[in-house]
């Protein structure tokens, strides 16, 4: 999955170009970040502590890009619910 696949999701619910290079307003700056990094990467600390040797990821990538998906979707409304629709 390229990283364009993995965003595409968010990137519409947050109305923003999916071309690299693309300029976002701050807001869609806010819900990618919030929504889509920090869930990304908080999707590595958990495959890290939930692995057995809580040394390395056992899953890595992949495991990170569907934990970031599943939570996106799962937090959407609440998300809109705190911070508005995105216009």
Do not use: K, M, P
């Given at each position: 999955m390229s990283f364009w696949d993995s965003k595409n999701w968010?990137?519409?619910k947050i109305d923003a170009p999916s071309t690299e290079?693309?300029?976002l307003r701050?807001?869609?700056?806010h819900a990618f970040l919030l929504l889509g990094t920090?869930?990304?990467?908080?999707?590595?600390h958990v495959d890290r502590?939930?692995?057995?040797?809580q040394v390395d990821?056992?899953?890595g990538e992949p495991f990170?890009?569907?934990y970031e998906l599943?939570?996106?979707k799962e937090l959407w409304p609440a998300y809109i619910e705190e911070f508005g629709e995105i216009d």
């Open positions: 968010l990137l519409q290079g693309a300029i701050s807001r869609q700056v920090f869930l990304h990467e908080l999707g590595h502590i939930s692995t057995r040797s990821e056992s899953n990170a890009i569907a599943r939570r996106q």
